[in-house]
């Protein structure tokens, strides 16, 4: 098969700028939630059970942080840098709780670039529909690269 | 109907521990990309993933991080906890059919912030560490009709 992934793969490391920014908002939906709970075997009734939502601080139902989180994955995965990004590590701070129904716009801003170890970092921003800050974070990923003739 | 909840603050101890173990399968990735969106060719497509330096699909990082909540959501501290903070190292790359266990630790307890530390460390089946992390976690408060 002449499948060759030079063209697929993301932005390398020389194709990446500090100050370069890129985003993903979805609106989370119940569907989300419960797709995600079962993948991750999560059941906890804060996120699934009404009746035990609104006797918490929260009041309703919410959607699972990592869910949340996961727009940075998509992000950094399809987006920037793309196709063949490796997720090294990545700092979380959930803010405020999101709730079914809520938008949530997420940005990743490049700050740090080590040319030497191909390593990369971003700021992570996630707001609501209202633009309050619901979760913050860094993420260190390695860019895409391609094992024989490196396209840096 | 009465709601039962996971330990309160004043329940947990430190160095308490859980665990999460499961073989990671091909579906675990298809969903996780599903759900949100992360359609990386790296851990979704053989070919592209065999011109990698990994030779084969890996799983997502925040897949891997995401089995954390099963912990904090379902054990320890259980029903109706949230997390703070979290940050976690993905140490070495998860391969489909891997087996992965997950161990959570309590490290700290603040009885007045109603939040506890952890630590976060997760092997492979050749107890290769795989994942480290650790954050701050919110246990749940007592709910009107609590039957603990």
Redesign the interface.
Known sequence: MDYSIESKLGKTISEIRIGDTASFGKTFTEADVYQFTGIVGNFNPTHLNKEFASKTPSGKRTVPQMLVAGLVSKILGTQYPGNGTVHIAQELDFIEPVFMGDTIEATVEVTKIDGKEKRVWFDLKCVNQESKLVLTGESEIIPPFMINEEKV | ?K?RIGKTVDQLKVGESAY?A?TLADT?ML??A??????????IND??AK???FKQR?A????T??????I???RLPG????????????TL?VFIGDTIEIGLTITAINVDDNTADFTVQAKNQKSEIIMTGSGVLVP??P???VEE
């Open positions: 109907m709601a999460f499961k675990d969903q996780f599903g759900v949100t969106g992360d359609v990386n060719l790296l851990p070919e592209f011109q990698t330096i890996i997502h990082g925040m897949l991080a995401s089995f954390i909540t099963n904090i959501g379902m029903y109706g906890s949230t997390v703070k903070k979290q940050k976690v190292k993905f790359p749940p408060t709910l009107d009709d």
